[in-house]
């Protein structure tokens, strides 16, 4: 290290530069090409001069040996350009040693060829949210470029362009002219942020197949463990394992694929793992265990129990080996650095893999010593700390205490934390466990109705005709209840209307057919039967005179969702009646319930009410599978109208559950008594289109919306949402006649 | 009637059968004493073969009538039918059974209506008769006859149950899978893959098995195995043919057939 090389000096004034030039010529000699040295150079003399100070120069010594190396001759030039072109003589100046600073990340996630990409990204972002506020030229630099500088990292990892062009036109879209809050939304911290940023995600979403990897694990193993995914921190960065711990396997919500191997495929690794572990591991004590020989331990144990599990099914075998990295027996110097991680990946697959490339005696010794006690039978965990130990004291180097560590390749993915091997005597804080923070908050609210978490729906967007993703909360409540006998009083108010029904309801005849054989009276010859009649008379013998067929009606196969809209308007008294529209809306809900229980129809209720995007409330009041009985009418009794009708949220909720039912025919019915409309939606005309777009989301899926309108001036709008699904009753004070009539035209 | 040859009905060869316990001194034992026998379990894990096997072993020939919801007393009894001097009588598969002392085995019994069943009361109780009642004669069943049945209790239904006054007419004897070595062993034999591979054919019906209540209805029968094990042993590719002899006939539920390639790749590799 003191031989002094000469290299070319850097021609600049910068003490501060020159300093970080003498710390970096070595690397860039070693990592540069002739080619990619000289752009180096100039590159850094030329930021030097262009009046920005020394920051430049200092940011690009520090980080073009990597990027230089990564991207080949000619990648330097092009980065000098790019930042002097594009953002120094722009307002973004500041951000320039972040731009810079960013390809240490960089090189780490994206291709050699992938760097005009990159850049263009850089600049379409850049020309996006830089703008001025009068005159041509922009003034004002862009809000969130250091803001998504600084989460490069995450956005490479785990986006590709693509995505990370949508999550950036999503944040453009919306908070293109709100600085502070387009700011929030590039570091990642805001929850539509968040979410757009989780949809973009490449690979497979856990939830996409948890079923059949329930299944997985109930086939293989009879086991059923429940699953909790977590998903990247995205303020601190956090490596997760997963783990299993209380019944509950937890496991990253997204893999992509990995060596080939597909991600489906890497769940099924992982599962494999953690439940070998849970078949073959013992706990073991491990506060007299350093961590040295505890990291150890778990090599070896982590190969026991596969090893084992591998005797039931030889199959995964493969499938692990497939996802365990692979690395080079001499790559890592362990004069310079802690090997410590290397030795262990080394051994690991020596251990699993009998066609392993490593010729270090210590490992073959090692592999040959656990093959032998595995062939013995019978093992535990604690075989494998004997084995750890004295494997340790064999390798043991007065590096593995070294600041650096070998880490490169040494992780497998697959593979859970172990803390199911230690146990613990003494508490202490190293053990972190990432829903922490939930259970807390969960038992906080252990006494309120909130803990039933809410379901996100999509909102249309028409003005960008595109979903604003996960926007409205739609909580699920059971409706509350009071003395079911209203309910009973209005039906006996209207027992004149229940007598019309019912004489409607008996010549309701539904469609479908059904053969009855041995009829005496029938619609036709069943020729079997009448030929066997034939032969008795003949025979001498009684002949069986059921000869006909008969056909039956097969009961009707529809669902129907009464979707009420529960919101403030309802309180309004109906002319000179003294009712409110609720009121009439409870009479008429009533009667129809009524009616459709004769019918035996697959049939729920339930009200919707909002108070902003944040609080959507669905009311329970009747599911399909409850029958018109009293919980059922002094929820109905209990009907309450507050807030705001935000229909669409509501609409997509009933038809999630509509949907899953198993029927010829799915009506939606939506009574409502006005426009849908929110406190937190200034545009009239946003929900009308949301609304219309939820109505044709159910379409598409094949269930069928009617809505029952209540406002006069409904003609205004109605159309745009149902298109001709829908009926507005003039007379309010009729709808307990019209709507069980209504109901009964639209279904026979 | 007179030229009928009730050995038509007799086994010729040997079926191919491993007993599991010690079924066949109970079967031999209730044959004896003449008690019918009801053979329950799952699809295809051998209960007709080993019925086929104590009849060969008995040497008593075995009429076999697999019963639907459409089988009416008459197709068991026997009917008149036309021809050209008018009508004439025909035995039923019962009758037959009944009058030339053979074993008369029905099927998947529940799969038949509840009332048809009446008519065998009065043959599995004291008074071994059947009353043709059409022709008016009383037929005295033949010394050698018996009465077997089977059913499948895994899709028992409230619909498809017998009733009590049947089932208590009968002894009983429950079938299951056989253990996982002697299955293996009995997939060797029928389909002719290596002894290695039958273990792993039966390891994957296990994880099939493992699934009835979640998305299957029943696991792979050993009758599937042997499909597989000769389509492999007449060299398809091993896992193509557990796809096509255990995964695709047993279920259409697309995330079942993701789970089961996962096992099928966890098995085979």
């Given amino acids: ?748 | 009637m007179s030229d009928f040859d009730i050995n038509q009905f007799k086994i010729e060869s040997e079926p191919f059968y491993k007993a599991q316990s010690n079924e066949v001194e109970l079967y031999t034992a209730a044959y004896n004493a003449r008690f019918p026998v009801m053979v329950k379990g799952p699809t295809g894990c051998g209960k007709s073969r080993f019925i086929e096997y104590m009849a060969y072993k008995l040497d008593k020939p075995i009429i076999t009538v697999s019963c639907n919801e459409d089988i009416t007393a008459s197709d068991l009894i026997g009917r008149y039918l036309l021809d050209s001097n008018g009508t004439r009588w025909v035995d039923g598969p019962l009758t037959l059974a009944a009058r030339h002392g053979a074993i008369c085995y029905l099927d998947e019994i529940v799969e038949a209506r509840q009332d048809t069943m009446v008519v065998i009361h009065s043959l599995t109780d004291h008074r071994r008769e059947l009353m043709l009642d059409k022709k008016g004669e009383l037929v005295k069943a033949h010394p050698d006859f018996q009465l077997v049945i089977s059913y499948n209790p895994g899709y028992q239904s409230l619909m498809k149950d017998l009733k009590q006054s049947t089932k208590q007419r009968f002894t009983g004897m429950d079938f299951d899978y056989a253990s996982a070595e002697l299955e293996a062993s009995i997939v060797v034999k029928e389909s002719g893959v290596d002894t290695g591979t039958a273990a792993k054919l039966v390891k994957l019906a296990e994880t099939t098995r493992n699934l009835v209540g979640h998305g299957l209805d029943e696991g792979a029968s050993t009758r599937l195995l042997n499909y597989a094990g000769t389509l492999i042993a007449a060299g398809v590719d091993t896992k193509d043919a557990c796809h096509m002899a255990l995964v695709c006939p047993i279920t259409d539920d697309s995330e079942v057939r993701t789970t089961m390639s996962g096992a099928i790749d966890a098995i085979f590799g």
């Avoid at chain 1, 919101?567 to 003294?578: A, K, P, T």
């Avoid at chain 1, 009574?671 to 849908?676: A, K, V, Y």
């Fill in chain 1, 1 to 748: 290290m003191t031989e002094e090389i000469q290299y070319k000096p850097l021609d600049c004034a910068f003490e501060s530069v020159q300093a970080v030039f003498a710390l970096n010529i070595e690397q860039a000699v070693e990592h540069l090409s002739e080619a990619s040295l000289s752009e180096y150079y100039e590159g850094a003399e030329f930021l030097a001069k262009i009046g920005q100070g020394d920051k430049l120069s200092i940011a690009f010594l520090k980080t073009m040996p990597w990027a230089g190396e990564h991207f080949g001759d000619g990648s330097i030039k092009k980065i000098t350009d790019f930042t002097y072109n594009k953002i120094c003589r722009t307002p973004n100046k500041p951000a320039v040693d972040k731009f810079l600073d960013s390809f240490i990340i960089v090189v780490d996630h994206i291709e050699k060829d992938q760097l005009d990409e990159y850049l263009a990204l850089i600049e379409y972002h850049l020309s996006e949210t830089t703008f001025s506020i009068h005159g041509i030229h922009d003034t004002h630099p862009s809000p969130s470029l250091i803001a998504m500088l600084a989460n490069i990292n995450l956005l490479l990892e785990q986006l590709d362009f693509k995505g990370i062009y949508e999550w950036i036109d999503y944040g453009l879209r919306y908070f293109k002219h709100h600085p502070e809050r387009q700011e929030e939304y590039f570091t990642l911290t805001t929850a539509d942020s968040k979410a757009v940023f989780q949809r973009q995600r490449k690979g497979l979403l856990f939830s996409d197949i948890e079923r059949p990897i329930n299944l997985f694990q109930q086939a293989l193993w009879k086991t059923n463990f429940m699953y909790a995914p977590y998903s990247p921190d995205f303020e601190a960065l956090e490596h997760f394992h997963p783990y299993l711990e209380d019944e509950v396997i937890r496991l990253p919500d997204i893999y992509s694929d990995l060596n080939g191997v597909s991600a489906c495929k890497r769940y099924m690794a992982l599962i494999a793992h953690i439940i070998a572990h849970h078949q073959f591991t013992t706990k073991i004590v491990a506060d007299n265990v350093s961590p040295q020989q505890r990291f150890f331990t778990e090599v070896f144990e982590d190969a026991r129990v596969e090893y084992l599990a591998i005797q039931q099914y030889p199959g995964l075998k493969k499938l692990w080996l497939s996802l365990m990295p692979v690395v080079d027996e001499f790559d890592c110097d362990d004069t310079k650095q802690s090997c410590l991680r290397h030795r262990a990946i080394m051994l690991t697959r020596a251990l699993l893999d009998d066609n392993h490339p490593y010729q270090n005696q210590i490992i073959l010794d090692y592999v040959e010593k656990f093959k032998e006690l595995m062939s013995k039978g019978e093992t535990t965990t604690a075989d494998s700390l004997s084995l750890a130990l004295g494997y340790l004291i064999k390798t043991r180097s007065a590096s593995d205490a070294l600041g650096s560590i070998y880490f490169e390749n040494t992780e497998v993915s697959y593979r859970d934390d172990n803390r199911s091997i230690w146990l613990f005597i003494e508490k202490f804080d190293e053990e972190s466990n990432i829903f922490e923070h939930q259970k807390k908050s969960e038992d906080e609210n252990d006494e309120e109705v909130e803990v039933i978490p809410p379901h996100y729906y999509d909102e249309w967007d028409y003005a960008y005709e595109s979903y604003k993703l996960d926007w409205a909360a739609v909580y699920e409540r059971l409706h509350t209840h009071t003395d079911a006998s209203k309910i009973d009083q209005i039906l006996d108010k209207h027992s004149s209307l229940v007598k019309q029904l019912k004489k409607v309801l008996d010549l309701l005849k539904p469609q479908n057919k059904k053969r009855i054989r041995y009829q005496e009276e029938g619609v036709e010859l069943d020729l079997d039967i009448a030929l066997r009649s034939v032969i008795d008379i003949k025979n001498g013998s009684q002949p069986d005179t059921r000869i006909n067929v008969d056909f039956e009606h097969d009961s009707r196969s529809v669902s129907v969702l009464l979707l009420l809209d529960l919101s403030q308007s309802l309180n309004e008294v109906v002319g000179s009646s003294g009712q409110t529209i609720l009121e009439l809306s409870q009479e008429a809900v009533s009667l129809l319930a009524w009616a459709v229980e004769q019918l035996g129809d697959n049939f729920a209720i339930a009200g919707f009410n909002s108070d902003t995007r944040q609080k959507v409330m669905y009311y329970h009041i009747k599911g399909y599978s409850e029958h018109w009985d009293d919980m059922v009418k002094s929820r109905l009794a209990d009907l309450k109208a507050e807030f705001s009708t935000r229909m669409g949220a509501a609409i997509r909720h009933g038809a999630h559950y509509l949907d899953m039912q198993q029927s010829d025919k799915k009506l939606m019915l939506i009574l409502t008594d006005g426009e849908p409309a929110d406190i937190d939606m200034h545009d009239p005309k946003a929900l009308i289109q949301d609304t219309h777009k939820a109505v044709q989301e159910m379409q598409q899926k094949g269930m069928y919306p009617y809505c029952i309108s209540l406002d006069k001036k409904a003609d205004e709008y109605i159309a745009d949402i149902f298109g001709s699904h829908y009926s507005v009753i003039d007379r309010i004070e009729s709808l307990p006649k019209e709507l069980p009539q209504l109901f009964l035209s639209l279904t026979t």
